[in-house]
Every structure is written in C-alpha cells, then in structure tokens.
C-alpha cells in the first residue's frame, strides 16, 4: 500500500532553515510527481510546490519562490523540501502528496514547523 | 493565479439531508478539478477528480459536476462520517489553489 512518511519538522527562529523528508513506499516513486501542501493552524490548504517525475520541472507557490526548494531523490524514494529565510507566516503542517497526473491521490500524515523566536 | 471560491464556507445539515457544495473558478479550468474530504487532525482524502470522477473506495453518494468556472460537489444522503471539511483544487495550471473549504457541520 502507498505509504508517505514525512520528517524533519520541528521549532526554527525566523530568518532559520530547515528540510523536510518524505520517504515513499508502496509504489514506484520514480514514476509520479509529487506536491507539498501546507496547512496553517486552523486554516485552510495552501499548495507549496511540485516536482516531475524526474525532476526535470519544479513550480512554487508566490508566497515561497525563492526561499523553498523542492527536490527528488528517485534512488532513495524520497522528496524533499529545503525551507529557508522562514517567517511566521510558514508555521504550518506540512504534507507530501502523490500525484498520479494533476490531482492528489494520497497524502502523508504531515509534519509540523513551528516559525518562532 | 487562477482563484477558487468556495460556498457556503460552512453549512449545518442533518443525516440524511441532499449537501451541494460550489466551488467556482476565477478562469476557465475544463475539467481539472478535484474534491478531497478533511477531518480534524488527519490528512485529506481524495474524493472526486476531474471535476466527476469518483476515486475507487469512495461511496457513490458523493458526486461531483461540471466544467469551466463552475463545479459542485453533491452528497446525496448525508452520514455521520461526513460530518468534515470539504475543499475543491484546480489543476489546470499552476499554482495548483485550493479553494477555501467548506466546513460541514451536524444541525
């Protein structure tokens, strides 16, 4: 079964860097592009970014371009998300979703980043 | 950007009750379109994609309909388990917007 296991939450001051872990299993990684979502406390779903297959095209959210990088590793079937110059308004849960063409068909359980001095 | 209304943003129903949620594009998106059911503390699940396609495991009282600008997600016969928050996405282009959710509560 698809399984999307995300790591590297945790508490960052502002102005502080982080990286997110979504280790997949369960289907063939290499195959699909997959998304970040968030979800600040008690709002809505904001999508992040997006990643081919292969890597070989990336699209982010205004309110990240330039400061989040998505990335891939197909040999470890795991996505990444390089988080810098993080700001309050970041502080949310974070989710790695599987895209089997355009939408979401599953979603990890998320991880959450806490942006506070 | 492309924007998607959602309404009502909430909306109070009992079991059993016939629940249409709208969602509506600020720009014609075709059929790319996805609805996905949210309970507290837990992920999203996927509902509806391309604007009426139900996923395999999904009851068929969830339905969705149209194209273009303007979409609904239909609950024919409300169930306790449905009691969540409901959010529509566009993935005509990018950025891929959610809409801003409707929160379906018990009446």
């Known amino acids: 079964q698809v399984q999307l296991v995300e790591s590297g939450g945790g508490v960052v001051q502002p102005g502080g860097s982080l990286r997110l872990s979504c280790a997949a299993s369960g289907f063939t990684f290499s195959s699909y592009g997959m998304h970040w979502v968030r979800q600040a406390p008690g709002k809505g779903l904001e999508w992040v970014a997006f990643?081919?297959?292969?890597?070989?095209?990336?699209y982010y959210a205004d309110s990240v371009k330039g400061r989040f990088t998505i990335s891939r590793d197909n040999s470890k079937n795991t996505l990444y998300l390089q988080m810098n110059s993080l700001r309050a308004e970041d502080t949310a849960v974070y989710y790695c979703?599987?895209?089997?063409?355009?939408?979401?068909?599953?979603w990890g359980q998320g991880t959450l980043v806490t942006v506070s001095s | 950007a492309i924007q998607l209304t959602q309404s009502p943003s909430s909306l109070s129903a009992s079991v059993g009750d016939r629940v249409t949620i709208t969602c509506r594009a600020s720009?014609?998106?075709?059929?790319?379109l996805a609805w996905y059911q949210q309970k507290p503390g837990k992920a999203p699940k996927l509902l509806i994609y391309?604007?009426?396609s139900l996923e395999s495991g999904v009851p068929s009282r969830f339905s969705g309909s149209g194209s273009g600008t303007d979409f609904t997600l239909t609950i024919s016969s409300l169930q306790p388990e449905d009691f969540a928050t409901y959010y529509c996405?566009?993935?005509?282009?990018?950025?891929?917007?959610f809409g801003g959710g409707t929160k379906v509560e018990i009446k």
């Open positions: 720009q014609g998106i075709s059929s790319a």
């Open positions: 990643i081919r297959y292969d890597g070989s095209n990336k």
């Open positions: 979703a599987k895209s089997p063409g355009g939408h979401i068909d599953y």
């Open positions: 996405q566009q993935f005509n282009s990018y950025p891929h917007a």
């Open positions: 391309d604007a009426s």
